[in-house]
């Protein structure tokens, strides 16, 4: 019967250097990358998460994967996501490409039931949000948004004063699912 919990102590030794090795590599590629890749995530970020954890994985489980091959990989994912948040930087049509628009959940009194079923949110995590905010009723609240990383932001009505009026803290905020 094939012994399953190891070869011999070499290979145990090889994963454990690799390990280390890649470990020290990726640290020291996401400090040179920035705080950019360590943000809230959005789909794009998220999918570059997981595959690097992918690389990482099978570095550390398969001899066929070289830590050159790996860090090489790395160095490709991460060079692309600056790339594209270099583009998305100078352009508003290529950012609307690879990142959501923010979505109005809550406004001027009302829930915005139909976004809410798109982007899959409930009431119950909407004022979730609200008292998490610090907010004890849904008056104190002008309006809450779905941010483009999975976020809930909530702002305050201010006290005593009508809705607030659109302005660019909503500029790019779909108010209707069909926008």
């Given at each position: 019967?094939?012994?399953?919990?190891?070869?011999?102590?070499?290979?145990?030794?090889?994963?454990?250097?690799k390990?280390?090795?890649?470990?020290?590599?990726?640290?020291?590629?996401?400090?040179?990358?920035?705080?950019r890749?360590?943000?809230?995530?959005?789909?794009?970020?998220?999918?570059?998460?997981?595959?690097?954890?992918?690389i990482f994985?099978?570095?550390l489980?398969s001899n066929?994967?070289?830590?050159?091959?790996?860090?090489?990989?790395?160095?490709?994912?991460?060079?692309?996501?600056?790339?594209?948040?270099?583009?998305?930087?100078?352009?508003?049509s290529?950012?609307?490409?690879?990142?959501?628009?923010?979505?109005?959940?809550?406004?001027?009194?009302?829930?915005?039931?139909?976004?809410?079923?798109?982007?899959?949110?409930?009431?119950?995590?909407?004022?979730?949000?609200?008292?998490?905010?610090?907010?004890?009723?849904?008056?104190?609240?002008?309006?809450v948004?779905?941010?483009?990383?999975?976020?809930?932001?909530?702002?305050?009505?201010a006290?005593?004063?009508?809705?607030?009026?659109?302005n660019?803290?909503f500029?790019?905020?779909?108010?209707?699912?069909?926008?």
């Amino acid at each position: 019967m094939e012994n399953i919990f190891y070869n011999d102590w070499s290979t145990i030794g090889v994963t454990a250097a690799k390990g280390v090795l890649i470990y020290i590599a990726l640290i020291a590629m996401l400090r040179i990358s920035g705080k950019r890749s360590l943000s809230k995530f959005n789909i794009f970020d998220f999918v570059i998460t997981i595959a690097i954890g992918s690389i990482f994985a099978s570095t550390l489980t398969s001899n066929d994967v070289k830590l050159a091959q790996a860090v090489t990989a790395i160095v490709v994912l991460l060079g692309g996501q600056y790339l594209i948040s270099k583009l998305a930087l100078r352009s508003e049509s290529f950012e609307k490409l690879v990142k959501s628009d923010p979505a109005l959940l809550f406004y001027s009194g009302e829930f915005n039931e139909e976004t809410m079923k798109n982007e899959r949110v409930t009431r119950r995590e909407v004022l979730q949000a609200v008292r998490g905010s610090g907010s004890s009723s849904m008056d104190d609240v002008a309006a809450v948004i779905l941010e483009t990383d999975g976020t809930i932001s909530v702002i305050g009505a201010a006290e005593g004063a009508a809705a607030p009026k659109r302005n660019d803290l909503f500029d790019s905020v779909k108010r209707n699912p069909e926008a």
